[in-house]
């Protein structure tokens, strides 16, 4: 797998951020204040620049691919109806509380056990489970399972600062292929998709420099 600048700054990012993590959290308020911010501002770069569980999928799907250089896509018309599925987890998580919270909390507990006081319980065997999938898919926990993820995407909603298509754009596909979200980039002009986790593999992907960060166009989605 061919490994890219931006993905190469984009990996850094996401263990700097892991480390301020570890560190002691010095202040969960002001650290999710910046991340609440930048998400409106410019989309969810939590997701894509900082979380460790999307870095540990990242670095799983890494290795997958020394074995399974493709990643196992979900078919496109399933991948249609299932990319709702971490709203509905998480409206379920706040109207009939805790019956499927699980999968929400597994970021939480996750980062307890890395501080050292959390109990291995049955979402860190979720994880275990969600490294072997990551092998072979990508990001699919971000995708269809992760509430703070979606609480990000709907913060980002109206972000001002998106990805913009250019005209010189010759419709290859390489940015959709390679999109970590299953995300049709191919098709917009002025990116809205509350699922973009802003990793930028479709603009590093472009072989046409077609694809810039700009000013959003509310006009021509
Ligand atoms: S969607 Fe969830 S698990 Fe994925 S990067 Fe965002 S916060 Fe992390
Ligand atoms: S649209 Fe681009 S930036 Fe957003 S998730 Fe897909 S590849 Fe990453
Ligand atoms: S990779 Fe670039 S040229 Fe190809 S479809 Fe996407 S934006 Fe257009």
Same mark, same amino acid.
């Given at each position: 797998m061919k490994i890219k600048k931006i993905s190469i700054f984009r990996v850094i990012a996401q263990l700097i951020y892991l480390n301020i993590f570890i560190a002691g959290v010095l202040s969960r308020n002001y650290i999710m204040l910046f991340i609440t911010a930048t998400a409106i501002l410019l989309g969810p770069i939590f997701c894509g620049w900082m979380c460790f569980v999307g870095l540990y999928q990242d670095i799983c799907r890494y290795l997958g691919a020394l074995v399974k250089k493709e990643p196992i896509e979900i078919n496109k018309k399933i991948h249609r109806w299932l990319k709702y599925s971490r709203y509905f987890i998480l409206i379920g998580s706040l109207t009939i509380g805790g019956l499927f919270l699980f999968p929400g909390k597994a970021w939480?507990?996750? #980062?307890?056990?890395?501080?050292?006081?959390?109990?291995?319980? #049955?979402?860190?065997?979720?994880?275990?489970?969600?490294?072997?999938? $990551? !092998?072979?898919?990508?990001?699919?926990?971000?995708?269809?399972?992760?509430?703070?993820?979606? @609480? !990000?995407?709907?913060? #980002?909603? #109206?972000?001002?600062?998106?990805?913009?298509? @250019?005209?010189? =754009?010759? $419709?290859?596909? =390489? =940015? $959709? @292929?390679? =999109?970590?979200?299953n995300i049709n980039v191919d098709k917009i002009n002025s990116l809205a998709n509350p699922n973009c986790i802003n990793c930028l593999k479709c603009v590093e992907a472009c072989p046409n420099n077609s694809l810039k960060i700009g000013l959003r166009n509310y006009f021509k989605p």
């Open positions: 939480g507990n996750f #980062a307890a056990i890395l501080q050292g006081h959390g109990k291995i319980n #049955a979402a860190f065997y979720f994880l275990i489970i969600l490294g072997f999938a $990551s !092998l072979f898919t990508r990001r699919f926990f971000c995708r269809y399972l992760c509430t703070f993820g979606a @609480k !990000l995407g709907l913060f #980002a909603l #109206a972000r001002p600062i998106t990805i913009n298509k @250019k005209d010189t =754009c010759v $419709s290859c596909k =390489c =940015c $959709s @292929k390679e =999109c970590l979200m």
